[in-house]
């Protein structure tokens, strides 16, 4: 098998929840939704380093185009419970991989998830490039317009070289993974695993990201002890996170105060949203602790 042999960066784009809603619970314990996310320009930028043994790196870095602290305290694992070193595992690969965070851990904006899924693209268009066949290239002529290219990426026949990895397969990391692979702008329905592609539309929005790691395990164990309420702004996890998380709400005051809208909670949170006109002057937080930066969607990775 061909080795990966110089060090690659990588972006991985954040995601953003613009409604969610919970439509039943299966039997093991997952809640199916149905959420229409987006993907973002506030990236994490990854380095691939080839290495024999799998490792993480975590490096804090500024908000993208924004305001907020220079050197958060973030509790993010790198042993194996991390979702990058789990991607490694499930794509065939083993590297070093440092990963310069951008995107805020327990936020809703899929940080991990989008690390993972960025992981296993670069896993992906290894094994192409090492079995490339021509139905592997969906842009080429006669192809469905829109396609994914993990959609058609092959399944290697040479001994010893990786499968690609579906957002199927990616979903079994984490409900977020799978969307976080395909990106753009979707409808995500299942546990987070069926994605269907939805028309691109240019949107610009505020995040106002406060120093608080939500625990999406504890916000959905929150909504079930509700009794399984429908959220107001179009997300059914809302009031979980305000029972589990009370000082959010505080913020979310706040962004309201200086937006004069209403602001949506992205995903099980902590981030508060607005949508914004692009060239608008993003605002400045009071609390130091927390970041604020603008954000614009982009299409499919």
């Known amino acids: 098998m061909p080795a990966h042999t110089e060090a690659v960066r990588l972006l991985a784009p954040a995601k953003l929840t613009l409604s969610l809603r919970i439509t039943g619970t299966r039997p093991d314990g997952h809640h199916l939704i149905d959420a229409e996310m987006v993907t973002l320009d506030l990236c994490d930028e990854i380095i691939v380093h080839p290495s024999s043994q799998t490792s993480v ?26 979702l990058v070193v789990r991607a490694l595992e ?25 690390d993972a899924a960025a992981v ?26 829109g396609a994914q290219p993990n ?17 199927q397969q990616a979903a079994a990391l984490g409900a977020d993974v799978a969307f976080c692979l395909v990106g753009g702008r979707a409808r995500v329905t299942g546990i987070g695993e069926i994605i269907e592609p939805l028309p691109f539309r240019e949107q610009r929005f505020v995040l106002w990201m406060p120093p608080v790691q939500v625990d999406t395990a504890a916000v959905y164990g929150a909504w079930d002890e509700l009794g399984g309420p429908s959220g107001p702004n179009a997300n059914d996890l809302e009031p979980a996170a305000l029972a589990a998380y009370p000082e959010l709400s505080a913020w979310r005051d706040d962004l309201e105060g200086v937006t004069g809208r209403t602001p949506q909670l992205a995903g099980s949170g902590g981030t508060w949203f607005v949508p914004t006109p692009f060239g608008a002057h993003v605002p400045a937080p009071a609390d130091e602790g927390l970041r604020a930066a603008d954000a614009s969607t982009i299409g499919c990775l």
């Open 120 to 145: 296993l693209r670069w896993g992906n268009c290894l094994t192409v490039n090492e079995h490339p066949r021509p139905s592997a290239i969906s842009n080429a002529p006669g192809s469905r317009a």
């Open 151 to 167: 959609e058609s990426a092959p399944s290697p026949t040479g001994a010893g070289v990786p499968a690609a990895v579906t957002p």
């Open 90 to 114: 499930l794509a065939g690969r083993t590297a070093h991989v440092e990963i310069r965070k951008r995107i805020p851990p327990g936020a809703g904006l899929g940080g991990g998830s989008a």
């Open 57 to 82: 790196e975590i490096v804090p870095t500024p908000a993208a185009h924004g305001h907020g602290a220079a050197v958060p305290d973030w509790d993010i694992p790198t042993d194996g419970s991390n």
